[in-house]
């Protein structure tokens, strides 16, 4: 078992409705010295990659994104959300689907911090039905760069979003895998990797 | 001049309207280098603090939170912002005013992560009108906290944001004061400090 799926089986507590919360290390408070440690196991993970940026989406992707690119010694750029339909020429943008909030936003880059130069490490931290993963993906389609790999911290593995992004030929790798999870016995089984 | 007032004078850019664009390296795009000399800085100017938490808003204040959070050894907690009207129980709860969005949001905090027993150092990237550190200040005297110190990457310190929070007796520091700033010639004049 690696220091993250540790943590989750310490401190994430399973609520009805498949849902996992991890809101007291990874997305509200946050451990910096675990996140540095996500940042270091990342960038082992992909060092063999020549990354030139990290991408990400707010708001609980952007510290993750941070800890990873200062390991590579790369800028990180993170999509913003909106609801805004007026978006100037300027922007990337595709629309997503959040699975926590029940609606749709647009999501944008700005074209001056992407191009068909860069070597993308897109990371975030949950993979569930993977609505915000594609939409980063369609916004680095846009803008010509190549995906090099993907990194989640949890991926929900019951859910189909890892799967279908894999089966598309993308390097993901998840820190942590959730099998499955129960919030009467508040028992979580990580996949083996 | 400091690394951060030398690189607005580099990278920044003023558009129409008192606007100051950083979004190439603090707020869209973000230099990883830039935020851990943020983050080293704060911890020098605050070192005699004894500082238990680093609050601060989504989402561009996250990654100079957790560049601070990092130095000072503690954890970082960032206010989500909301626009639900059914908020439950267990959280601290204000409603703040964005100069950007031209909305009101709610801004909240889980109860379980801000105690009586903290001593806050909250940052952010941008103060103008103070609304969002006011929302962060109200979280903070709801949550009985301590607020120790305010960190600022850049204030205007044309408008009355950081005017109105030091006269609260708030020790409020900016890396950089903007004291005018013109679109039509690129001119971007600090206050000595």
Redesign the interface.
């Known amino acids: 078992m690696n220091f993250l799926e540790e943590r989750i089986l310490k401190d994430g507590i399973v609520k009805e409705g498949n849902v996992l919360k991890v809101?007291?290390?990874l997305n509200?408070?946050?451990?910096?010295?675990l996140?540095?440690e996500i940042g270091k196991e990342f960038h082992r993970r992909f060092a063999d990659l020549n990354i030139t940026k990290v991408l990400t989406i707010?708001?609980?992707g952007?510290?993750i994104a941070?800890?990873v690119?200062?390991c590579f010694?790369?800028?990180?750029?993170?999509a913003?959300k909106t609801q805004s339909i007026n978006i100037d020429g300027d922007m990337y943008t595709t629309e997503v689907e959040s699975f926590t909030h029940k609606n749709r936003n647009q999501v944008i880059?700005?074209k001056?911090?992407l191009s068909s130069e860069d070597k993308l490490l897109i990371v975030d931290d949950f993979l569930a039905n993977g609505c915000a993963l594609q939409g980063l993906l369609s916004i680095a389609e846009l803008s010509g760069a190549s995906v090099e790999g993907i990194g989640i911290a949890i991926e929900k593995g019951f859910q189909y979003g890892g799967r279908s992004i894999r089966n598309l030929g993308y390097r993901l790798e998840s820190l942590a895998i959730v099998e499955s999870m129960d919030a009467a016995t508040q028992t979580i089984v990580f996949r083996e990797q």
Chains 1, 2 share one sequence.
């Open positions: 809101d007291s290390f509200h408070q946050m451990d910096v010295n996140l540095d707010e708001a609980s952007i510290a941070y800890a690119a200062r010694n790369v800028p990180m750029v993170f913003k880059v700005s001056r911090f």
